[in-house]
Nanobody
Framework: QVQLVESGGGLVQAGGSLRLSCAAS????????MGWFRQAPGKEREFVAA????????NYADSVKGRFTISRDNAKNTGYLQMDSLKPEDTAVYYC????????????????WGQGTQVTVSS
């Protein structure tokens, strides 16, 4: 199983940017699709973005499309989420995860979760 550790969260003003990182341990990281999720206070965890094992295919939630960019560097066992034009409604704990399988699909199961990193966007 892959262990995941997120970093890069913090406090930013609306319109600003943050880059989240997801460091993975284990040699199998590059074989899995990975994704980012978020959970705001009082709300359920929601999908944000996903990327295939090789980084050639990406998917985004409509709420972040055009503002967030998911990427990965398998040589560094690290995934990223570049967040631009941040809005107060993006405030949440952000989690990275790996999927069972090399490609993403909405029904694909998750096999590992990180502990989360807080992102707060002030208005």
């Amino acid at each position: 199983q892959v262990q995941l550790v997120e970093s890069g969260g913090g406090l930013v003003q609306a319109g600003g940017s943050l880059r989240l990182s997801c460091a993975a341990s284990g040699r199998t990281f590059s074989t899995y699709a990975m994704g980012w999720f978020r959970q705001a206070p009082g709300k359920e965890r929601e999908f944000v973005a996903a990327i295939s094992w090789g980084g050639t295919r990406t998917n985004y939630a409509d709420s972040v499309k055009g503002r967030f960019t998911i990427s990965r560097d398998n040589a560094k066992n690290t995934g990223y989420l570049q967040m631009d034009s941040l809005k107060p409604e993006d405030t949440a704990v952000y989690y990275c995860a790996t999927y069972v399988g090399s490609q993403y699909s909405p029904t694909q199961r998750i096999n590992s979760w990180g502990q989360g990193t807080q992102v707060t966007v002030s208005s």
